[in-house]
């Protein structure tokens, strides 16, 4: 995970409390400031161990009593300046060479494309840097994991038609090692919201896993506390001492959660229905004019 502004990760790492271990990479000082940085956390269900880093990657071995496995993890953060993007090539080339185990799985903003259909607008790709990655990908054995929604994972946020531009530039790749491994995978492109980069999620399993099983878990909302009324819908749960203990923690959930969808409206619908239309939008963000309506929209999902 790739973090803009280190400033900000002592209190970031303090809101996760013991819930993660974690590994920086501090590019503030000695890369480039605030467009610098790596971050990687773990759930300390899982052994990890770091072998190497730099300014530019983090690489470990991930190992998992869940199902036994052991495998390799990079997290990679390429070269933005246009003299230095072969250096990204050069960087996976290196670090393919080390093949101490051959399940690795490596991710990133590469700051490269593959083709010509992964950009649009801007100056025509380079065709020499778009090769050398796709050479790169060859001679290391690895594979695009591929994607679902928008292809485009980054955009300048020009509102302008001659000087908008998007581009795929993160990308999940993995040997076939990796993906008979871990066979179930899919990697989808999220919204991207306050940030000139879409979230990318690439989930997982040696085992298929029907969705339609999973149970729905409530959850206290913040904004309940907002309103208050929600002191009167507590109280209310809590008059009757005849009910155990335990059944009136349940009960008080069920009430504010209840109340909650009436006073507010489902949260979780709204904020959807929001993203979709932001996405809409994204999707027509060659058009002049549009990335005023995108910042509306943004703001009214934020809030």
Known sequence: METKKLKNEC?????????????IVDCFTSGGGKSGGLIFLWNPDFNVEIEMHDLSYIDTVISSSIDNSVWRYIGMYGYPQHHNKFLACDTITNLSSNNWNPNWLIFGDFDVILNSSEKLGGNPPGLNITQMFRDTINVCNLNDLGFSCDIFTW??????????????LDRFLATPEWISLFPNHSNTHFIKFGSDHNPILLEFSKFNHDRSKFHKVQRFEQIWLNNEGHNKVVQQTWANSQIPIAQRLSLTLTNMSNWGKETFGNIHRRIGTTQEALGALYNMSDQQGIMTQIKDKEKELDE
């Not at 209190?11 to 590994?23: A, I, R, T, V």
């Not at 955009?155 to 998007?166: I, L, P, Y």
């Open 155 to 168: 955009a300048n946020n020009h509102d302008h038609d001659n000087s908008h531009m998007k581009c795929r």
């Open 11 to 23: 209190s970031f790492l303090n809101y996760l409390g013991d819930q993660y271990e974690s590994f």
